[in-house]
C-alpha cells in the first residue's frame, strides 16, 4: 500500500532558527496539506495545497510558514523563524481529491519537531 | 461546519464489540460522515466513510440513522491494538479542507 512519508522523524532546533520539514506524498495524490499537533492536543488544519498554489490556510498558518512543492515528489513545511509554541508533531497529509472524500487524506507518521 | 460530540473515553475488553457514537445534529444534506483512529505519536488513518444507512469494510461498521443526526461505529471482536483515539469527522467530498477539524475524539481502551 502507498504510504506518504516525512523526514525527518525528530527536529531539533534553537529559537529563532529555521527549519524544513519535508513530505513525499503518495505519488498520484493531487491535494496536499500539512497539519500540527501539539502534544495532548487536537490535530491543527494548517494549509491545503493545490495545483501549486495554496488553496487554504488557517490562522495558525501566519507568516512565518511557508509551503513548496519544488519538484514533482516533495512537499515541504518551512517555518522561518521558530518559536517555542512551534514545538508539535507536524503530519503531511495527501489526497486524490479534496475535502472529506472515501479517498481522503493519507496521513504520513509525522514529524516531532523540538523547539528549545 | 457540522459539530460533532462523542465521548471523552470509553474502555472495552479484547473480544468484546465497541460502539462509539457520535452526534453532529447540525450535518448538512451533502454531509458524508468519516471516522478516523490515531495511535499515540502517528498521524491519523482513514477507518470508514458513509453517508446514510449501514456501511460495512473490512474493520469496522457504520450505522447511520434515517435522520443521519448522530452515527455509530461498530468494531468487532476488538483486540489490544484497538487502543487509539477516535474521531469522528462530518463533511463533504468537494469541501473545504477546514472540515478536517478533528475534535477531542473518543480514547478507547482495550483492557486484556
Known amino acids: 500500500e502507498p504510504e506518504v512519508t516525512q523526514t525527518p522523524s525528530h527536529q531539533v532546533t534553537q529559537m529563532g532558527q529555521e527549519v524544513i520539514l519535508r513530505c513525499v506524498p503518495i505519488s498520484n495524490h493531487l491535494y496536499f496539506y500539512w497539519y500540527r499537533q501539539i502534544l495532548g492536543q487536537k490535530v491543527e488544519f494548517l494549509v491545503s495545497f493545490y495545483n501549486n498554489e495554496i488553496s487554504e490556510k488557517s490562522e495558525i498558518f501566519d507568516d512565518q510558514f511557508s509551503v513548496e512543492r519544488p519538484d514533482g515528489s516533495n512537499f515541504t513545511l518551512k517555518i522561518r523563524s521558530t518559536k517555542l509554541e512551534d514545538s508539535a508533531m507536524y503530519f503531511c497529509?495527501?489526497?486524490?481529491?479534496?475535502?472529506?472524500?472515501?479517498?481522503?487524506?493519507?496521513f504520513g507518521p509525522g514529524t516531532r519537531l523540538t523547539v528549545l | 461546519l457540522a459539530k460533532t460530540t462523542q465521548p471523552i473515553s470509553m474502555d472495552s475488553y479484547e473480544g468484546q464489540e465497541v460502539n462509539i457514537t457520535c452526534s453532529h445534529n447540525?450535518?448538512?444534506?451533502?454531509?458524508?460522515i468519516t471516522w478516523y483512529q490515531q495511535f499515540p505519536s502517528q498521524g491519523p488513518r482513514f477507518i470508514i466513510q458513509g453517508y446514510k444507512t449501514k456501511v460495512t469494510n473490512e474493520v469496522a461498521s457504520l450505522f447511520i440513522p434515517a435522520d443521519r443526526k448522530s452515527s455509530t461505529l461498530s468494531l468487532p471482536r476488538v483486540s489490544l491494538s484497538d487502543t487509539a483515539v477516535y474521531y469522528c469527522?462530518?463533511?463533504?467530498?468537494?469541501?473545504?479542507?477546514?472540515?478536517?477539524?478533528f475534535g477531542s475524539g473518543t480514547q478507547l481502551t482495550v483492557l486484556p
Open positions: 497529509a495527501s489526497g486524490f481529491r479534496g475535502g472529506l472524500s472515501t479517498d481522503t487524506q493519507y
Open positions: 469527522l462530518v463533511g463533504t467530498p468537494s469541501g473545504s479542507a477546514r472540515q478536517l477539524t
Open positions: 447540525n450535518i448538512a444534506t451533502n454531509d458524508y
